[in-house]
């Protein structure tokens, strides 16, 4: 049965695109669908990194808000924003297809890393990609480069490299291709060069625990292999204390029913050497990609995460 449906969004570009996709498939299937564009406490603090301020769950609190006091039945996210644990009453329904999950290099002067000026800035909003970053340049023999945080929509990031605050920056590919800015990209990391974040390039769709209806219409936008893949990657995550804004790495794909996950963790603080740990195996159900991805996050502990 059709219904009428309202999805809360956070108006960044990116986050309207990601709102305007699922309105369009839909109301390709007989749904209205109207749009309630909200700013979060994440949109509004720029001047501090979101592991200082609480993490990337501030940017779904007033969606999660909205959705609650039915002013809308749905919430689109990137999953990586997404925290592990959602609050009681609220349930993730949907994981769509994913869109090219790896990181993108951005610069306008310098083709990768190893073409950096002396003294260079690199820009980064993730403590995921600065132990990342500092392991790929301490194996380039380069601390004079310095991370520094890079806070803002993408539209803000791009325009703070093109003032020349960055020598380059790192952003996930999925974002730059879903607003058409592919050509900006000098170079996309390989998963072996730079690990993905658990979710990275997937889009999930909340919605309240009681609407078995609204679930319902999801179901046909629902992709089963990025959902088990998923599931394994914020398992990881929510093992070692499920915080969005954690120095940590986890990627899975997914072969027929074999599903390979390879997790990385760093100490912003520390050595510049990762802990890393992988593990396969057959699954079937989000419970079994699940317990996968609690095998990597005990090995990575075993070897050091916190």
């Not at 695109?17 to 498939?25: G, I, K, M, S, T």
């Not at 002067?109 to 950096?116: K, N, T």
């Not at 954690?246 to 074999?258: D, E, K, W, Y």
Request: net charge negative.
């Amino acid at each position: 049965m059709p219904l009428l449906l309202t999805i809360a969004t956070r108006e960044s570009r990116l986050a309207l695109w990601q709102a305007e996709h699922v309105q369009a498939l839909l109301g390709a299937r007989g749904h209205s669908v109207d749009l309630l564009g909200m700013t979060t406490r994440g949109d509004q603090i720029l001047d501090r990194t979101l592991s200082k301020v609480g993490g990337k769950g501030l940017f779904v609190k007033e969606l999660e808000t909205a959705l609650q006091e039915g002013r809308a039945q749905l919430a689109v996210h990137s999953l990586k924003d997404v925290p592990m644990e959602l609050p009681e009453g609220f349930a993730l329904a949907c994981v769509m297809q994913r869109e090219d999950p790896r990181d993108a290099w951005v610069s306008a002067g310098c083709a990768g890393l190893a073409d950096l000026p002396q003294g260079a800035v690199i820009g980064t909003s993730s403590l995921r990609r600065t132990v990342l970053l500092r392991e790929a340049l301490s194996k380039l023999e380069r601390n004079d480069v310095r991370i520094e945080p890079l806070r803002g929509n993408l539209d803000t990031r791009l325009r703070k490299l093109d003032e020349g605050q960055y020598a380059g920056i790192v952003l996930a590919a999925a974002g730059l291709k879903r607003l058409g800015q592919g050509d900006r990209i000098r170079h996309i990391f390989s998963t072996d060069e730079m690990l993905p974040a658990a979710g990275q390039g997937a889009l999930g769709i909340e919605i309240r625990a009681d609407r078995s209806d609204v679930a319902e219409a999801l179901a046909p936008l629902v992709d089963r292999p990025t959902w088990l893949a998923v599931a394994a990657e914020r398992a990881v995550s929510r093992a070692l204390g499920g915080s969005c804004s954690m120095p940590l790495a986890a990627h899975a794909t997914l072969s027929g029913q074999r599903l390979h996950l390879r997790g990385a963790w760093g100490d912003p603080e520390g050595a510049p050497q990762l802990v890393r740990a992988e593990a396969e195996g057959d699954v079937a159900t989000l419970a079994e990609a699940e317990a996968l991805g609690q095998r990597v996050a005990e090995a990575l502990g075993a070897g050091g995460a916190h």
